[in-house]
Structures are given as C-alpha cells and as structure tokens.
C-alpha cells in the first residue's frame, strides 16, 4: 500500500511544497500525540513566498479565497509529509479540519472558500479524506493573510 497517495498526487497534478518552519510564532508546524497528527494553522504560501494578503470580500472573490484555502491545505499537506518522514499513507483519516477566513463583513460563503482545502482532502485521499470541520469569519489573520488552515489526522505507526 505504500506510495498510494504520492501516486494519486501525480495523478491529479500536485506537487507539495516544502515544509516551513513558523515565521512569527514559536510553535511547532506539527505534532503527534499518540496515533493522532495535530497541523499547526496553515497560510497560503509557496515555498516561503506568502500569497493571499488580504481579506475575501475586499480583496478577493470567494473563488480566489478558495485558491488560497486549497494552497493553505497543500501546506497541511507538507507538514503531514514532514512529520510522517515521506509516508502519506501512514495518513489514516483526516479526522477535523478548521478553517479561517479573512473577510469583510457582508461575506457569508466562509464555508465555500473552506471548501478550497476540504475537496484538495477528499481529491487526495478519497473517503479517507472526508472530515468534521469549522469555517470561521474572522476580521484578521496572521500577517495578514486570507486564509488559514488547521487539521487533525489519525495515523499508523
């Protein structure tokens, strides 16, 4: 069963960018408890290039803010990746994922731009990838991003 997910990643097109370490915060971008993997929030950002500063609404369509909760979630992803030393198929079941929206007042899709993260989840992994979530508005983010994601995974050892 092993390269599963890297194979579905191929498939579909993605490629995962590298891990980064907190920029401000001094926390751990992940860490396991047990079987369960806990992703730090995650902001839409490539390789250290941070994208989406901005609020949905204002700045950003609900389309745009769905790029930038799926950019989020591939950063999920590396993480997972990190913490798991490659293996994605240790990747049991995306238990929970939360989602934070940026946006103007008069925006009520928040669950539409979370959405960008919870169908990159189920692209990936199929059934695996079906979650419980949150989608929060909120007036700001960390360095003022649009968008930011958080997860909790059960795993194998």
């Not at 971008?29 to 369960?36: A, D, L, P, Q």
């Not at 500063?53 to 990190?82: F, M, P």
């Not at 007036?139 to 194998?156: D, K, L, Q, R, Y």
Request: overall charge negative; charged content about 20%; glycine content about 10%.
């Amino acid at each position: 069963m092993n390269n599963v997910i890297s194979t579905r990643l191929t498939e579909l097109g993605i490629t995962l960018p590298k891990a980064q370490k907190p920029k401000v915060a001094k926390i751990k971008g992940w860490s396991i408890v047990g079987n369960t993997l806990y992703i730090s929030g995650m902001i839409p950002q490539w390789e250290g290039d941070v994208r989406f500063i901005g609020k949905v609404g204002t700045d950003y369509s609900i389309e745009e803010g769905r790029e930038a909760a799926r950019l989020s979630a591939l950063n999920v992803l590396a993480q997972a990746y990190d913490a798991l030393d490659g293996n994605l198929d240790r990747i049991e079941q995306i238990a929970k994922v939360n989602g934070f929206v940026a946006c103007s007042p008069e925006v009520t899709e928040v669950a539409a731009v979370v959405n960008g993260a919870s169908e990159l989840f189920l692209d990936i992994f199929g059934e695996r990838g079906a979650h419980a979530r949150v989608a929060v508005g909120v007036a700001t983010m960390p360095i003022g991003v649009a968008v930011e994601i958080e997860a909790i995974m059960e795993i194998s050892n």
